[in-house]
């Protein structure tokens, strides 16, 4: 069985040891983001498209700041913005920086695995919005083939054991990323809840 806590069990996978290790953190996600079966409107798919920019662009900075090249997937805060722009809709400011201080063996490639393996789950959420939104929602960030390239790219990296240190460093690194997703979600809701509960 995988194990759920920064030890990975011996001849594990990195990416089972990282999935079981953040399967929790995404279930949580998943619920936060309110995923497309819970969409009606376009308002809610524009306030998931800007939570989805606010958490990654910080991330997108660390990574290009202290990735090596092999481990950038590419950026999608731009195709998040041009999808927020076709809903007529602003980027909105970044979120808080990220940080993991000083980045050891396999921070980068945690994060890495996060962002890359997102693609997996946007490729499900892609389907819903073409349907809800009868073809007509633009779909730049979830329809991107350039992040499910990098994923298939990053799986011969990850679907084999990890020496211990890279798997501990991978591993935290990946719940700080959750952490930092999940902190955006909620202040977004804490945001929606605010301007629901003021006076018309
Ligand atoms: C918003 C709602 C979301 C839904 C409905 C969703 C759904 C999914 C689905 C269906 C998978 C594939 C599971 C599989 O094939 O085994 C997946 C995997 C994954 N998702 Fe999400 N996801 C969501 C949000 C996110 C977010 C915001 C992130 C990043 C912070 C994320 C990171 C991941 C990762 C890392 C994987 C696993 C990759 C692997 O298999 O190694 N997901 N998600």
Redesign the pocket.
């Known amino acids: 069985m995988a194990s759920a806590n920064k030890t990975a069990v011996p001849g594990e996978s990195l990416?089972t040891h990282?999935?079981a290790a953040?399967m929790a953190a995404?279930d949580l996600?998943?619920h936060a983001?309110q995923?497309?079966n819970g969409w009606q409107t376009r308002a809610d798919y524009a306030r998931?498209l800007s939570l989805?920019h606010a958490?990654r662009a910080p991330l997108e900075s660390w990574l290009a700041a202290h990735a090596p090249a092999d481990l950038v997937p590419p950026p999608q805060t731009g195709l998040i913005a041009q999808d927020l722009a076709r809903l007529g809709l602003p980027s909105p400011a970044p979120a808080p920086l990220f940080t993991i201080g000083r980045p050891g063996p396999g921070a980068a490639l945690g994060i890495a695995?996060?962002?890359a393996?997102?693609a997996?789950?946007n490729k499900?959420?892609v389907k819903q919005v073409v349907r809800i939104g009868g073809g007509g929602w633009p779909v730049a960030f979830l329809g991107d083939d350039g992040a499910m390239a990098f994923w298939q790219g990053l799986r011969a990296r990850?679907e084999r054991p990890a020496a211990p240190a890279e798997a501990e460093g991978a591993t935290r690194a990946a719940e700080a990323?959750?952490a930092h997703?999940l902190g955006v979600a909620e202040g977004g809701q804490a945001e929606d809840a605010a301007r629901e509960s003021l006076p018309a």
Request: no cysteine.
């Open positions: 990416r990282l999935r953040t995404h996600l998943d983001m995923a497309a998931f989805q958490a695995w996060v962002l393996g997102s997996l789950g499900a959420i990850i990323v959750f997703f």
